[in-house]
């Protein structure tokens, strides 16, 4: 048999150094969720599309020459036209600038009271997870009671004692709508904190406050930003149905809620009045909703690829 030797093989194609070499270059948790966020069309359209409306929000009253607190009334209730491009109402005001105004409150509100829910959901309940024991369970048999009495309810009964307007919308929204986040965030904790990297901090003489803030609630961001954007349509929502029975903005000021309702007094008459505001709100909550599904696909790690 002929004899083996070293010499007789040889790697052909590619040198070890070139096959042990790393082709791909690593990623961060959230560069790889903003590539699986890239990935999805339908969220990325969503996306624009609310930017396109916020942007709107902001410019589109200053891109008639009109106010939207004034109005004529010799042109009241005229149709959609190449002036009034949505038209006017029963005071002779131009749609077009009311419902940008509108959305722009809306929005605000959203935004507003979904990160003061955020912030107090966050704190409260990273607490309540990290504790444990009967201040985990005093704090939650609060969560619990304030649960007990619907959320519509608590805003309503708010709105009624305190003096209508817009920080008094924000406020009771905020106060009434914590709750939801600080369970979520509680649950997130208790599965973490039993982990070795607070472990880790522990021996290493980290205290309660820096491992809540530097540890536990970093490692929840990814489910808690996928609650921040489901809960700013709601806030929306709950913003144009308080409007929409008259315990929202006070006149002059307009919401979606309002031109909705009193677009609706007109249905019949003038459905554009109705209709141009009921649609802003309906793109807002489904770009909404369409970008938090798919952002939750981007930040689940069960769903990772």
């Known amino acids: 048999m002929a004899e083996l030797s070293r010499e007789k093989f040889e790697i052909v194609g590619k040198s070890i ?10 990623m961060t948790y959230w560069q790889d969720a903003w590539r699986r966020l890239k990935a999805n069309k339908l969220a990325i ?48 005001r131009s749609l077009f600038v009311r419902c940008w105004v509108g959305a722009r409150i809306s929005i605000f509100i959203g935004v ?20 444990g024991g009967n ?14 009495i619907p959320f519509l309810l608590w805003v309503i009964m708010l709105m009624v004692v305190m003096e209508r307007g817009l920080g008094t919308i924000i406020i009771a929204m905020a106060i009434a709508g914590w709750g939801g986040t600080a369970r979520l965030v509680r ?17 290493l003489g980290a205290d309660a406050k820096r491992i809540i803030l530097r540890h536990l609630i970093p490692n929840t961001m990814g489910v808690i930003i996928v609650n921040l954007t489901f809960a700013i349509p709601t806030a929306i929502f709950t913003e144009a149905f308080l409007s929409f029975i008259g315990l929202g903005i006070p006149v002059p000021y ?24 009921s649609l802003i709100i309906s793109i807002l909550m489904l770009a909404f909703n ?7 696909d981007a930040l689940d790690p069960r769903l990772r690829q």
């Not at 599965?191 to 021996?203: D, G, P, R, S, Y």
């Open 254 to 277: 307009a919401s979606l809620g309002s031109l909705s309702r009193d677009g609706i007094r007109m249905l019949l008459v003038h459905p554009y009045q109705l209709f141009f505001p």
């Open 45 to 92: 359209a969503s996306l624009i599309i609310l930017g396109i409306m916020i942007f709107m929000s902001l410019a589109g009253p200053y891109m008639r020459p009109y106010k939207f607190d004034e109005g004529d009334l010799l042109l009241m209730n005229q149709t959609p036209s190449s002036e009034y491009w949505f038209g006017t109402d029963e005071l002779g």
């Open 290 to 296: 369409l970008f938090g599904d798919g952002l939750r």
């Open 187 to 203: 649950g997130q904790v208790l599965q973490l904190k039993e982990m070795e990297f607070v472990m880790a901090a522990k021996t």
């Open 112 to 131: 507003v009271v979904a990160l003061l829910n955020f912030t107090i959901g966050v704190i409260y309940g990273g607490i309540a997870g990290y504790l």
């Open 135 to 148: 201040v985990d369970n005093i704090m939650m048999r609060i969560v619990d009671i304030l649960f007990s």
């Open 17 to 26: 150094k070139e096959s042990q070499a790393v082709v791909r270059p690593s």
